[in-house]
């Protein structure tokens, strides 16, 4: 993507021609991997700075060098330089982005300068360059394109650099582009997760809180729940309310340790706590102010004059920081809520949350402090029902309104005197339950009951639709049978409960119902007659991503979805089960491959992609109800084999055909009888040896899963094991592989220094906890982590990095050897290899038989790994012709038929069941 400034401001070409690609010395060679790692350790842009600074100046013979950035504010800002002195590089530390100087001029261009002391003095005549510098090396830092900065490289020896050099500098400026990029996104994404995280967090602890707060009986009860609720926020928790004189008593108190809090709850109940437990209570009552101390040292508290068995509770209560949070209601306190920390001071967030969290314990105290009057006194309810928060009204026998606090009318939007002598069900009768649908409250809903009743409906006022809870509670006053009806408006935690369920049913990117969702919607299609589901995947998207990186992948995918839902039939529901998959569910009778068709026509057109027309390629397959299956799992089933086979065929569109169907119920077969032979420990492992090219030595051997049922029959791993990954069985046949091929080690005559390289699918690696199960069975088999060597793919660690790089970093930090599978043969190999820690790599047998033929690629191939510092193991080795050729490349580890064949493992009978956990 061109720069949007580039067709304003355009420098001319360098005089001298950018160099080809060219080889480099084994020590710039070195140098880059040395980098590279050091690059993929950096988590921020100072560490970055510093690894670029450190590494590249000796390797090119420069004496200086500059980094900078493009900042929003379109200057270009120094973040790093050597080399000279600081009064030489301060005017260039903050520079117009139109203003002529190497830096700004590699940004605006794309383009690499290459330029001696001559060139810079007539193309850059206002610029007094350092006497050293006899020339220099300006290469853009870009990203998906995009120039985003540059690198300033200078030379004190005459002429522009060699071709060598700036080859070199070139993959410098590459992998700092990289690692710059990686470092910004990252900082990103952290401080978004934190913050949902935490945001989360605090909704569920208010939700949790509330519900609490609204089963709570009585104000005991009420202020028993809130000390408890509140240790969300801290260590201790204490509830003081004012006595007739107004001077605040402790009523409840609560810790995190049952125990100690028993202990408190023995000083309150024994009337022992002072009137003023703790400094600044009085002052957030009487100001209606928060009161914070952050640091209440022993010897302040010890100061206070207060008595010996109140000094005694201040001493077991060993408090650091203390929050005072007035209970408000209607701008006055009726109580002070004091969270205390033992050890450490409130942070900001935490703060907010507590204000929120007092809100409505205030509120729920209230309540309860009201009714309780409202129930022991038979006279002046208008004077007690000023203050409270909730709509409240009395009700006479007939259900009709007597009498109403200040909030009711507000809440429903209507005027006082409206609704006094006005039938309740006149008032919130065309109510609607959680679904929309109408559900009306009559009076004998309300009126008349024996026990107190809880609902929540939604009502239609002037402001919009609210959603109230409505409570009904019995009153006998004077002999009548009266009752207190409340209502709280709930319209914020219902929309944030809602906005909940809609995270979990839906895609993040696109808003769309993801597979959960789709799942749920197909089963209840299929209760409803005739429907069809069709699924499609972008071709290529997967190069996309790698070759423009994720942001554009994304943008990619959105507009796809619009796309697609702007053709989809009425009615019809679209949802992304993940990565580059859509699916699309259409219930009723269609001509279905003319629907699907047309919806296909929709990504027939361009889409437009950040100002770019983009076209794409599809494949989709589709399957009906019930013709091609009658539950969900089935018909999700037929879509993908009818998708697959679209692809197969590199075709658009294929549907579900009867011979699929064979492959289905031999699927589900194979499934039933995989489970039941993970639970008879049926499965067996082979190893077949990895050797030293030069002198033949084994140097491990990679374990192989094979199942041979009871009557002989041999199951084909790639069947199995594509079963077993796509259901919940890889993980149990993940432990028990990786069980017999550690117990392999451990049998007598094996050499201590044989190592064992176990596969580990992406659906493993995608769970959370693989690293710690898998470090156990180490343990268990007391094999040491340096003699296992775990073999992923690229696809296994693209389809969920975050989980797949922190199970593999972790395992590499205990010793575990990580190697990368098919190397050479995706898009991200290169990448993959400088962001996690592969120490092996392998070339399959594929690439293998191609580079007999012309061996160039695989020399490169070879070569591009070995500079990562990563060993190099060949598979697939079966003539004496690739094994010579392996030796002439200096390959140092090779495996094949011509090596040695997979061979089984016997173990004796009664051990194969005693499985690691």
Not at 52 to 71: D, Q, S
Not at 139 to 165: I, K, N, R
Not at 286 to 311: C, I, K, N, T, Y
Request: charged share 20%; aromatic share 4%; with cysteine.
């Amino acid at each position: 993507m061109p720069n949007r400034l580039q067709s304003r401001v355009r420098p001319p070409r360098a005089t001298s021609t950018p160099p080809q690609a060219v080889n480099l010395s084994f020590a710039r060679a070195r140098t880059l991997s040395t980098l590279a790692g050091a690059l993929t350790q950096a988590r921020t842009a100072d560490e970055i700075r510093r690894a670029v600074l450190t590494f590249t100046p000796p390797a090119v013979l420069a004496y200086a060098i500059n980094l900078m950035t493009l900042g929003d504010d379109q200057h270009v800002h120094l973040i790093g330089q050597q080399g000279y002195a600081l009064h030489v590089m301060q005017p260039y530390a903050h520079l117009p982005l139109t203003q002529p100087a190497p830096s700004t001029d590699v940004i605006r261009s794309g383009e690499a300068l290459y330029l001696t002391r001559a060139d810079l003095h007539a193309r850059y005549p206002d610029i007094t360059w350092d006497e050293r510098t006899h020339a220099i090396a300006a290469l853009p830092l870009a990203a998906a394109g995009t120039p985003f900065g540059a690198m300033v490289v200078s030379f004190d020896d005459p002429g522009v650099p060699s071709a060598e050099t700036r080859a070199f500098l070139e993959g410098v400026a590459g992998l700092c582009a990289v690692a710059l990029e990686r470092a910004a996104w990252t900082e990103r994404a952290e401080r978004a997760i934190r913050e949902q995280a935490e945001e989360r967090a605090w909704l569920t602890n208010l939700a949790d809180a509330s519900a609490r707060l609204a089963d709570a009986r009585g104000v005991p009860d009420t202020l028993s729940v809130s000390a408890d609720v509140a240790l969300t926020l801290g260590d201790w928790t204490l509830l003081s309310l004012p006595g007739p004189d107004g001077t605040l008593h402790a009523r409840a108190i609560a810790h995190t340790d049952p125990v100690r809090a028993e202990g408190a709850r023995a000083h309150l109940r024994a009337a022992v706590l002072p009137t003023e437990p703790l400094p600044g209570l009085t002052d957030a009552y009487r100001s209606a102010r928060p009161v914070l101390h952050s640091d209440v040292s022993p010897e302040a508290l010890a100061a206070l004059d207060l008595p010996d068995a109140a000094q005694a509770v201040l001493r077991q209560l060993r408090v650091h920081s203390v929050l005072h949070l007035p209970l408000l209601t209607h701008g006055r306190a009726i109580g002070v809520l004091t969270v205390l920390n033992e050890t450490r001071p409130f942070e900001d967030g935490q703060r907010l949350y507590a204000q929120n969290l007092a809100g409505r314990i205030a509120a729920a105290l209230d309540n309860a402090l009201l009714y309780q009057d409202v129930v022991e006194r038979a006279s002046g309810q208008e004077a007690v029902m000023e203050a409270l928060t909730e709509g409240l009204l009395i009700l006479d026998e007939d259900g009709t309104v007597i009498l109403t606090n200040p909030s009711a009318p507000q809440l429903l939007g209507l005027s006082p005197t409206s609704m006094i002598g006005v039938p309740i069900a006149d008032l919130v009768g065309a109510t609607l339950d959680l679904d929309g649908a109408p559900t009306p409250v009559t009076a004998e809903d309300i009126v008349g009951l024996p026990n107190a009743l809880d609902l929540v409906r939604g009502v239609d006022t002037p402001s919009g639709r609210r959603w109230f809870k409505l409570g009904a509670r019995p009153l006998q006053q004077g002999g009548r049978q009266l009752t207190v009806c409340t209502f709280a408006d709930v319209t914020d935690a219902i929309e944030r409960e809602r906005r909940l369920v809609h995270l979990a049913h839906h895609d993040d990117l696109t808003g769309l119902p993801n597979r959960r969702a789709l799942r749920e919607h197909l089963q209840r299609a299929l209760h409803n007659g005739p429907c069809s589901i069709a699924l499609l995947d972008l071709q290529g998207f997967k190069g996309v991503n790698d070759t423009y990186g994720h942001d554009f992948g994304d943008q990619l995918l959105i507009a796809a979805a619009r796309a697609l839902q702007a053709a989809a039939p009425p009615g019809a529901i679209l949802a992304r089960p993940g990565g580059d998959e859509f699916a699309l569910l259409l219930c009723g009778p269609h001509d279905w491959a003319a629907t699907w068709e047309r919806w296909l026509d929709a990504l027939s057109v361009p889409l437009r992609v950040g100002g770019t027309a983009w076209r794409t390629t599809v494949n989709a397959g589709y399957a009906v109800a019930p013709e091609d299956g009658t539950d969900v799992r089935n018909l999700l089933a037929a879509a993908d084999l009818a998708q697959r086979a679209a692809k197969h065929a590199l075709q658009p569109l294929a549907p579900f055909r009867a011979e699929y169907r064979q492959a289905i119920e031999r699927r589900t077969d194979l499934e039933q009888h995989l489970r039941v032979a993970l639970q008879r420990h049926e499965l067996r492992v082979a190893l077949q040896p990895i050797l030293h090219v030069h002198d033949l030595q084994v140097m491990g051997y990679e374990a192989l899963a094979r199942w041979i049922r009871p009557d002989g029959q041999f199951v084909s791993p790639a069947e199995f094991i594509a079963v077993a990954e796509s259901t919940d069985l890889i993980h149990p046949l993940g432990r028990q592989m990786a069980h017999l091929a550690l117990r392999a080690l451990t049998r007598p005559g094996v050499p201590e220094h044989t190592c064992v390289t176990i596969n580990v699918s992406a659906v493993q690696l995608g769970r959370a906890h693989y690293h710690e199960e898998l470090t156990a069975q180490l343990r268990a088999a007391n094999v040491p982590p340096n003699r296992l060597i775990l073999e992923v793919t690229e696809s296994a660690v693209i389809n969920d990095q975050p989980t797949a790089r922190r199970n593999l970093l972790a395992l590499a930090e205990t010793g575990v050897h990580i190697a990368l599978d098919d190397f050479g043969h995706g898009y991200s190999s290169l990448k993959l290899l400088q962001m996690l820690p592969f120490t092996i790599v392998k070339i399959d047998a594929e690439l293998m038989r191609s580079g007999m033929r012309d061996p160039t690629f695989l020399r490169a191939i070879i070569q591009v790994a070995s500079a990562t510092g990563a060993s190099v193991v060949a598979e697939g080795v079966e003539t004496d012709e690739q094994l010579r050729t392996l030796r002439d490349l200096n390959v140092p580890l090779a495996q094949g038929y011509l090596l040695g064949r997979p061979q089984l493992v016997e173990f004796p009978p009664d051990t194969l069941t005693k499985e690691a956990p």
